[in-house]
T-cell receptor, first 115, second 116 residues
Framework: DTGVSQDPRHKITKRGQNVTFRCDPI?????LYWYRQTLGQGPEFLTY????????KSRLLSDRFSAERPKGSFSTLEIQRTEQGDSAMYLC?????????????FGPGTRLLVL | AQSVSQHNHHVILSEAASLELGCNYS??????LFWYVQYPGQHLQLLLK??????LVKGIKGFEAEFIKSKFSFNLRKPSVQWSDTAEYFC??????????????FGKGTKLSVIP
């Protein structure tokens, strides 16, 4: 399967700990997106990369959230000093980055539970 | 900023019944429109999309949607549902060009339960 992959699929952590999630996009997809989905809601946009450049990060939920895509391939999303309100599904998506109008393809997500 | 409303939170149908799920968006400019589906235990998958052209678009598994610009709507339809259509359905929109064009805005989703 050559879809978007995310690791880990599940993460349980204690409040105050740092967590990092990884996303591997579809091969040769230049654009990568992070979303968050809480119970009963649709996915909510967080941030976006075009290759290694983070072109939008104002929607990251707080300064405890950061994302990187250092070589334009995989990306990581880090949450520092986790809070119980950070419990959610974190979704990654990718798109080719060659068209003006594109479809975003989603990964399976990382479900975070903060105790 | 754009927003998306899905009118039905949970829809329960018997097999062979017809389906229509409502989706309305709020945005003053031109948009791209999507329906995604999430089957139990699986990730979000694209069902169909509208970029331009014929406002009636056909997707996978017999689904179709109609874009009515005057009503800011993109309703999803299927003439005869199957038990395997049990899933959560999300409508999403992004502006065509300009700030935020990369950012999908989703509705809250509609859970469809099909009874055999």
């Amino acid at each position: 399967d050559t879809g978007v992959s995310q690791d880990p699929r599940h993460k349980i952590t204690k409040r105050g700990q740092n967590v990092t999630f990884r996303c591997d996009p579809i091969s040769e997809h230049n654009r990568l997106y992070w979303y968050r989905q809480t119970l009963g809601q649709g996915p909510e946009f967080l941030t976006y990369f075009q290759n290694e450049a983070q072109l939008e990060k104002s929607r990251l939920l707080s300064d405890r959230f950061s994302a990187e895509r250092p070589k334009g391939s995989f990306s990581t999303l880090e949450i520092q000093r986790t809070e119980q309100g950070d419990s959610a599904m974190y979704l990654c998506a990718s798109s080719p980055g060659t068209q003006y109008q594109e479809t975003q393809y989603f990964g399976p997500g990382t479900r975070l539970l903060v105790l | 900023a754009q927003s998306v409303s899905q009118h039905n939170h949970h829809v329960i149908l018997s097999e062979a019944a017809s389906l229509e799920l409502g989706c309305n968006y709020s945005y003053g400019g031109t948009v791209n429109l999507f329906w995604y589906v999430q089957y139990p235990g699986q990730h979000l998958q694209l069902l169909l999309k509208y970029f331009s052209g014929d406002p009636l678009v056909k997707g996978i598994k017999g689904f179709e949607a109609e874009f009515i610009k005057s009503k800011f709507s993109f309703n999803l339809r299927k003439p005869s549902v199957q038990w395997s259509d049990t899933a959560e359905y999300f409508c999403a929109v992004n502006p065509r060009g300009g700030a935020g064009s990369y950012q999908l805005t989703f509705g809250k989703g509609t859970k469809l339960s099909v009874i055999p």
